[in-house]
C-alpha cells in the first residue's frame, strides 16, 4: 500500500485533456514539493515535474501540475499516443525522513 | 551529464544478502547538496524507496526495511553500495538508483535498474 494515493487507471481519446489526482497528508504533501514521473514499460522512471509546477527543459507544456493542501494533481492536454505511460506522484514524507511515491496510475491513449 | 548504473546478481537465493553497486558520473558525492537514493519497483508494481545517503554522510532508511538496509558511499570511486541482509522472495523487484538534490529538481536521474530475482 503506497503513502500517496492515485487511481490506477485513467485513459483519454488523442486531443482530450486528462488529469490524474494524487492525495496525500499533512506531512508529505501537506508541507513539502510534489513531483510527477512517467514511466514507459521496461524503462526508468522520468521526471515530468518538480516542485508542484515546474517542468523540466523538454518536457512540453501541455504537462502541468498542481498541488492544494494535501492534493495535487497532474494534467495533459492535448492527448498523444506518445503519453501512454504510468504515472508516479511522489513527495518528501516529513514523518518517515523519505520519500513517498504514489502507486501509479496507467494511462491509456483510446 | 549525470549517468547511474546498477550492478550486481541477477539470481540471490532466499536468506542471503544482496549487494548492489550504483557506479556514477556527471556529478561528484564530495558536492553539498547532492545525494543518490535507492529505490526498488517489484514487478508490475510501483516504487518504493529503500535508503538515500547525501555528501555529507546523513544516511536515511525506508523504516519498514531499516534492520536489513545498509548504505554507503566510496567518493573516490563515484560509487554508492547498498546492502540488503536476509532476501525473501518477495524482494524480488527492478532496483534503481537516482540522483538526489536538495535542489530544486530533487530526484532526477535516474539508472536503468537492475531486476534481481530472489529465488531457491
Known amino acids: 500500500q503506497s503513502v500517496l494515493t492515485q487511481p490506477p487507471s485513467a485513459s483519454g481519446t488523442p486531443g482530450q485533456r486528462v488529469t490524474i489526482s494524487c492525495s496525500g497528508s499533512s506531512s508529505n504533501i501537506g508541507s513539502n514539493y510534489v513531483y510527477w514521473y512517467h514511466q514507459l514499460p521496461g524503462t526508468a522512471p522520468k521526471l515530468l515535474i518538480y516542485r508542484n509546477n515546474q517542468r523540466p527543459s523538454g518536457v512540453p507544456d501541455r504537462f502541468s501540475g498542481s498541488k492544494s493542501g494535501t492534493s495535487a494533481s497532474l494534467a495533459i492536454s492535448g492527448l498523444r499516443s506518445e503519453d501512454e505511460a504510468d504515472y508516479y506522484c511522489a513527495a518528501w514524507d516529513d514523518s518517515l525522513s523519505g520519500p513517498v511515491f504514489g502507486g501509479g496510475t496507467k494511462l491509456t491513449v483510446l | 551529464q549525470i549517468t547511474l548504473k546498477e550492478s550486481g546478481p541477477t539470481l540471490v537465493k532466499p536468506t542471503q544478502t544482496l549487494t548492489l553497486t550504483c557506479t556514477f558520473s556527471g556529478f561528484s558525492l564530495s558536492t553539498s547538496g547532492v545525494g543518490v537514493v535507492w529505490i526498488r519497483q517489484p514487478p508490475g508494481k510501483a516504487l518504493e524507496w529503500l535508503a538515500l545517503?547525501?555528501?555529507?554522510?546523513?544516511?536515511r532508511y525506508s523504516p519498514s526495511l531499516k534492520s536489513r538496509l545498509t548504505i554507503t558511499k566510496d567518493t573516490s570511486k563515484n560509487q554508492v553500495v547498498l546492502t540488503m541482509t536476509n532476501l525473501d522472495p518477495v524482494d524480488t523487484a527492478t532496483y534503481y538508483c537516482a540522483h538526489l538534490t536538495t535542489g530544486a529538481t530533487w530526484i532526477d536521474y535516474w539508472g536503468q535498474g537492475t531486476l534481481v530475482t530472489v529465488s531457491s
Open positions: 545517503i547525501y555528501w555529507d554522510d546523513d544516511k
